[in-house]
Structure formats: C-alpha cells, structure tokens
C-alpha cells in the first residue's frame, strides 16, 4: 500500500495531462466503455489505454470487464484527498496586490532620501 504523499503524487501526475483530465471530465457523465472513452481523440486506443492505466493506478478510475467490453468509472474518493490537501492552503488570506503594491510605494518613498544619503556618504558603495 502507498503512503498518502505517494498517493497524492499519482494524483497531481494523472492530472497534470490534459488528455487524462478530459477523460475525467467524460466519466463525470456516466461510466464508459474504453472504446467509447478513445472515441474523440485522435490517438490510438492503445495510447487511450495508457492513459487509462495511469488513472487507474492513481485511483481516479476503475475498470469492470462485463462480457467482451471493458468498462470505465470514475472514483472521486481519489480526488478527495487532493482536494482536503490544496484546500489546506486556503487558511492563508489572499494577497491585495493593490494594497500591497502601496505599501511598497511608501516604504521605498519613506527609504529613498536616507539612502540616497548613505549612498553619498559611503561613495555609491551600496
């Protein structure tokens, strides 16, 4: 069994291919067999199957074999332990980039005149 951060590594690897994520984005729909899933891309269905099997291995997909047709679902439960672990990083309050682009105005307005002087009195060394 893998630990949770190698978990979370298979994850954001899956999702960072935006074949993968489109795939994901079809099985939001419903469950569909693998030749369905190959249907709109313009790459083998071996190539398809790869992509598949990455999905799978991160557990952001089953696949069910019923009769000749092979089956794929979409696991959200995978999904939900990167999205309790990028949420963590919403604690922090968003950065005014106006606020902040005053606050620098002022500091370096307020800063400019004594170090212009400590420039002078060192010969520019600073």
């Known amino acids: 069994m893998l630990s949770a951060s190698a978990q979370l590594d298979l994850v954001f690897a899956a999702l960072a291919d935006p074949t993968r994520r ?15 899933v190959a249907h709109p891309f313009e790459m083998s269905l071996a190539a398809v199957s790869k992509h598949l099997g ?10 069910e074999r019923r009769g000749r047709v092979i089956w ?8 939900r332990a990167a999205s ?7 604690q922090f309050e968003p950065v005014d980039l106006d ?4 606050f620098l105005e002022r500091e370096l307005s307020e800063d400019t005149p004594s170090r212009l002087a400590a420039e002078e009195a060192s010969g520019g060394d600073i």
């Open 84 to 90: 309790v672990w990028m949420q963590a990083f919403g």
């Open 22 to 36: 489109a795939i994901l984005a079809m099985l939001l729909e419903d469950d569909m067999a693998v030749t369905d």
């Open 99 to 102: 606020q902040f682009e005053r």
């Open 54 to 63: 990455v999905l799978a291995d991160a557990g952001l997909i089953s696949r």
């Open 72 to 79: 794929c679902k979409l696991e959200p439960d995978a999904l």
